[in-house]
């Protein structure tokens, strides 16, 4: 199970961070990404952190997102800074199984085992 938490109203520019709890296993053998949707499009990833260390971010959010894991596993984090409006949408954790690396193509929602429940990011201009 993986359950998510840190979500909520921000202005724009300003910074969160996101947590993803994994609940019953550790991630350390596992690609942990995080997917966002916001409404009327489809889901797309946004980061993904491998329990090796690697770390994949598309265009649309490098440089101002980063993912990282916890020594035990048990959490993974994304710092989101320089949120634009664009940003809002509903951030969900995943992880893959079957990677514990990340690479462009391991970041799609096909992919992954476990989903959280999701949570709403909304940032305001």
């Known amino acids: 199970q993986l359950v998510e938490s840190g979500g909520g109203l921000v202005q724009s520019g300003d910074s969160l961070r996101l947590s993803c709890l994994a609940s019953g296993f550790t991630l350390d053998y596992y690609a942990v990404a995080w997917f966002r949707q916001a409404p009327g499009k489809e889901r797309e990833g946004v980061s993904c952190i491998g329990g090796d260390g690697s770390t994949y971010y598309p265009d649309s959010v490098k440089g101002r997102f980063t993912a990282t894991m916890d020594k035990p596993g048990r959490m993974v984090y994304l710092q989101m800074d320089r949120l634009i409006p664009n940003d809002t949408a509903v951030y969900y954790c995943?992880?893959?199984?079957?990677?514990?690396?990340?690479?462009?193509?391991?970041?799609?929602?096909?992919?992954?085992?476990?989903w959280g429940k999701g949570l709403q990011v909304t940032v305001s201009s």
């Open positions: 995943a992880a893959d199984a079957d990677h514990d690396y990340c690479l462009d193509y391991v970041l799609n929602t096909i992919g992954m085992d476990y």
